[in-house]
Each structure stands twice: as structure tokens, then as C-alpha cells.
């Protein structure tokens, strides 16, 4: 496929967020650093602007879109928010927490951000690139991860660039995430919390945030947040899981007591392991080796985020 654009490298400082700004109200896409990953912009009320997000990504229609907003005043002209639903705002904004509401039809997004669904996923971010982005264009943002659909997220500039150059204008460079893996996804069920999607904030705290029990939400419901599908974040060469140490031709990605090649975390700490894991499938997949074996990571805290974004990887 020829480039579409030739794709440029800007510091995220007030100037560059000035030239993106500038770029979403034209109608286009600037990839941009969360706290989590690296997402890709567009106004969400542009369906033109959304549908370049599609395109740049090579992203599936029926799979939904995250709308990021400066605070909880933005996410209520967009949706219905209840009482459980603000204790959890209230909590984790700004933060690696998306909600999944009850769309208002006095939204103005475009159809394109639901997917066909009657819900929208909202999120407040924490980081100031994202924040300023959203005050210098006037709008709420659309921000999937800033990769080709189903590839490894970009935790830096450059994954952003060796996925989406040619296919977007501009990438604002802010260094690498804090976080490493995407939100967690949520919503409220009048008695229950619904995790849709493990990420930074673990199940124990919205439970204790909100007063209610979480349940993990099965593939039943079909794909109701991004994230979903059974096959994500895959780097292009087979996964095994669980592996204690390399076979032949295996790049090993270690974690704990198993070293590896590269390790997720010396020292079994696991939300140093869940910033290092997505660097450490790029990392993975540009070796020599033809294969890619992860050492096991406990099924606890944001362990469980990590082995959600490991199976889908290895599927």
C-alpha cells in the first residue's frame, strides 16, 4: 500500500499539541501519549475524522471506540452517568479507567464511535498531552491505541511510527507510557460492577471504590468495548505462555526467577512488569528468533490485566 502522508515526528510541547490541535479540527488524526499507551486522535463528533481512524488502523466497524474527555462535566453532555458510575469517576479520574454509558441522543458523536451500540466508552486521562489536546481542539477525542488492529500497542513513539507511518500525519513524541497496558473497561449494573476489559486498576478496587461486587464479563455479551476480540495484541510471530525457560529458536521473555532474554520484572513486581510488557513484545518480535515464549505471570492484581493481554496475544 503506498503512504498516504508522510508522517512526522513532533516533541509533545506546547507547540507540537498547538500543530495537532490544528490537524483534528482539519478533520484529521495525530497520534498522541496516555498514561497507558499511545492513542490515535480524531474528534469524536467528526464521522469523516472517525472513519480515518478505521482506516489508518485497518480496525474492524463493529468494534467500538474509547471518547476521551477532559473530566466528568464533558462525559455528561456525551452519557448517562448514575450515582455508581460517578463514585467510580470520582475515584480514577484522571485515570487508566474507561466507563462504558448509556449514550445521550443529544450527543453529537458520530455513530461510527458506538459501533451500533446504544453505549458509549468514556474515559478521563490522566496525562497532560492528552488533557491539553483535548482543551486546544475543543473537542472530545476518539482514541483507540495508536497501532495497526490486533498488533502489539504502542508504549512509545516509535512502535507508533513502525505501525501507522505513512497512514497518519503526525505523532507527538512524549516519551514512553507509565503504564504500559490499556484501561480497564467497566460498567455499572445496578447491583454489580461488569469488568469488560482488565487493565491498571484491579477488580479489588473498584469493589472497594464503588460498594459492589465486580463480575468478569464473559464473551457472551459479544463485543460491547474495545479490547475484546479473541485475537489482540499479537506480536506476528507464535506465543507460548507458562514457559520456564527457552526452546530452540524461542526469544524467552522472563518474569520473577525465570531471567530470559529480557525480563518484565527481576523482581516479580507486576506493575513494573505490566509497563514493561508491550516494549518487551516489540522487543520480542524484531530478534532473530522465529518464536516467542513468556515465563508465567500470577493471576492477582494487575497480573490479571497482563495474562488477559498475553492470551489474546498468543491466540
Known sequence: MQPDFTTELRRCDEDGIAYAAELIRAGQTVAVPTETVYGLAADA???????????????????????????????????????NSLRLAAA?????????????????????VMAGLPTIAIRCPAHPAMQALIAASGAPLAAPSANRSG????????????????????????GPTARGIEST????????IRLLRPGPIAAERLEQASGLPVVVSGSDHGIEA?????????PSKPVRLNATDAMAGEYLIGFGAVKGDISLSETADLDEAAAALFAALHIADASSAP?????????????????????RAAA
Not at 480514577?92 to 461510527?112: I, K
Not at 473497561?185 to 454489580?192: E, F, L, V, Y
Not at 474495545?226 to 499479537?234: F, K, L, R, T, V
Request: aromatic residues 4%; charged residues 20%; proline residues 8%.
Open 226 to 234: 474495545p479490547g475484546q476480540m479473541e485475537s489482540h495484541y499479537a
Open 45 to 83: 463528533r467528526d464521522s469523516d475524522a472517525v472513519a480515518r481512524i478505521y482506516a489508518a488502523k485497518g480496525r474492524p466497524a463493529f468494534n467500538p471506540l474509547i471518547v476521551h474527555v477532559a473530566g466528568v462535566a464533558m462525559a455528561r453532555d456525551l452519557a448517562e452517568l448514575d450515582d
Open 291 to 311: 518464536r516467542i515464549a513468556v515465563a508465567n505471570v500470577p493471576m492477582e492484581g494487575v497480573g490479571l490485566a497482563i495474562n488477559d493481554r498475553l492470551r
Open 92 to 112: 480514577f479520574w484522571p485515570g487508566p479507567l474507561t466507563l462504558v454509558l448509556p449514550v445521550r441522543a443529544e450527543a453529537g458523536l458520530s455513530p461510527l
Open 185 to 192: 473497561i467497566a460498567a455499572c449494573a445496578g447491583d454489580h
Open 151 to 174: 498488533a502489539i500497542s504502542p508504549t512509545n513513539a516509535e512502535h507508533v511510527r513502525r505501525s501507522l507511518g505513512g497512514r497518519i500525519p503526525l505523532v507527538l513524541d512524549g
